[in-house]
């Protein structure tokens, strides 16, 4: 073992130091939310730094969640969330399967057809526009069939069906297996991995969306979270005017709505993080 | 003739399984790039694109002469080369620091938490930002301000940077770790043998291994330079800061779905769109002049 110099000691209690003060403020903000969601009206309302909860009490979730409005947006945001990934994920894996598949006639224009959609965009207007000519506005078809495939997901799920043996796809084929078959009962079961790791990105993705909800919803019966939030910080007076929020408890009623929508998230995430080097795995072949 | 009907037949379940994903791409990105044509249109809500009188340039005369284009603009430029002066590089660096780590407990903590906001939406962040940074119940007086950055001109830019890196400097460091993870250690071992200490090692092995790993994130990020991220600065601004936050992204949206002024919107979009192609064919030439690896 080699002595350590003065320096190295120094940077590495240093790094230490600064990483672990780097998870104090990134926890920090969270923990305010959650400690304001516990709190009482008046201890809301005082200032500082909330290490704990004043005056304990469950009130603001009590009157956040008899709020009709949150278990519809819930409803709505977990519809968008599964309905979304599932079809995000079906239809960017027949993409790459079929991409992948060099001796096809037209594969290349394909492929490019795709991969343009990377660098250019008609923009959010005549996006807008379009949904609008399908009649899909006020809708949830808006929040999921306009950003069903992405090209970049794509690349990532071609790169990872490479590293699959041909061999595996030649044998199931001469056993009679048509490529519809193959890819259902074959492929699809060995891209698990990177099924999960895009399934995982793409569901977070649709939870958080925010800016297709502002566009294409108008119907307040289709609120995602995100927007029905969005709307309560916004409109916080109208809220207790209608009714959906009777006590004055306004900071801990929305801290608590905040924390009731990250729950999921919250709950997802030690899944999540199997993936995580995983996924990045997958990224890193890309490039 | 029978030649190709062979072929497709041949093919047709690679075909069947293309089909959706071709309709797909043609019908939300190829239509909407056709739609740009009412840019150079006088369009209204009623009408199509196919039925629209062409206007020429009118559109485009009248954005650019307008003042608030100019501060979207302005505001653009400015808070994205912040972003990428600030928070570009701050992944890199973090990755760095987190490699050093000898303690691995210690690091999946650390990569549990910093991870994490990444996965939250700007509006849930913002809520809590609002919250934290209130001048009544934040932690605004215990850091000596006078108002919440979040209302004050002055701070308010400043704050979208630190909010954005506060919010994706932990999730950025996981592909340059990944590519760190890629190193052969027999790498680091000789060079140890040939004496160089830990700073040694940082600037010629593990920085060397992720060089082009930063450079094709940086093509890209240089492609972006005029899409500064709609939700952030919509869920953030205010009408005390609306001059110095307003941005290109939020002005289409004004303009577009709140004005209903389609035309003018749609060239404003067309122009940051033909803004970013240009900045990433012009970054990617320059890449590979100077030897390395473009994207194409």
Redesign the interface.
Known sequence: MIQK?WG?RT??AG??L???L??L??????W??IS?SLSSAAG??????FLFPRGFTLDAYKSVLSSSFIWLAYRNSIIVAVAGTILHVL??A??A???N?R???GVKA?TL??LF?M????????????VK?LGLTNTLWALM??G??SAFN?IVMQSFMRTIPDEVEESASMDGA???RI?FTIILPLCKPVIATIALWEC?GL?????QA??YLNDKELFTL??L??EI?AGQQLATDTGQFTTFAA?SA??AT?IV??VP?LAV?PF??KY??K???L??VK? | MSQ?MK??HK?K??????L???I?????????????A?AFQDFRITG??FNSPWAGLKWFNILFESPDFWVALRNTVIISFYKLIFNFPAPII?AL??N????GA?KR?????????H??????????????F?????????LGLSTSPIMNPDAFRGFLVGSEM?KEV?WGT??Y???I??VNPEQYEAAKIDGA??FQLIRHVTLPAIA??IV?LLILRT?QILNVG??QI??LYNPLVYNVADVL?TY??RV??TMGR?SL??AA??F??VV??CL?VFTNWLVKRMGERGLW
Do not use: C
């Open positions: 110099g190295e940077f590495e790094n230490i600064f990483l672990a780097l998870s403020v990134t926890l920090y903000p969270l305010h939310e304001i809301a309302m005082r200032g500082g730094l239809f960017t027949t993409t399967y079929a991409l598949k001796s096809l006639p394909m057809l795709v959609t660098i250019f965009s008609g923009g959010m207007i005549p996006t807008y526009l379009l000519t069939l306009p069903m495939i794509v048509n490529p519809l890819f977070v939870w958080n969306n925010f800016m502002l566009i995100p927007l939030l969005k910080i900071e929305i801290a905040v929508s990250i998230i995430y999540l993080q995580f080097m996924g990045t795995m990224g890193s490039s | 190709t072929s497709f093919h379940y690679y075909y069947v399984l293309l959706p994903g071709i797909y791409f043609i019908l939300f990105k190829y239509i909407p790039m056709g739609g740009i009412i199509s694109v973090l620091l987190l050093e780590l000898i303690n210690f903590i650390v990569q549990t938490i910093i991870y994490f906001p996965f939250v939406s700007w509006v849930v962040l913002g809520s809590i930002l609002f919250s934290v209130s001048v009544d119940t934040g932690v605004t007086k215990l506060w932990g996981v592909i770790l990944a590519a993870a890629g200490n830990r082009s790993t094709v492609g709609f939700d919509f869920i992204e289409v949206y577009g779905l389609f919107a749609t979009g067309l940051q769109a970013g192609l990433l």
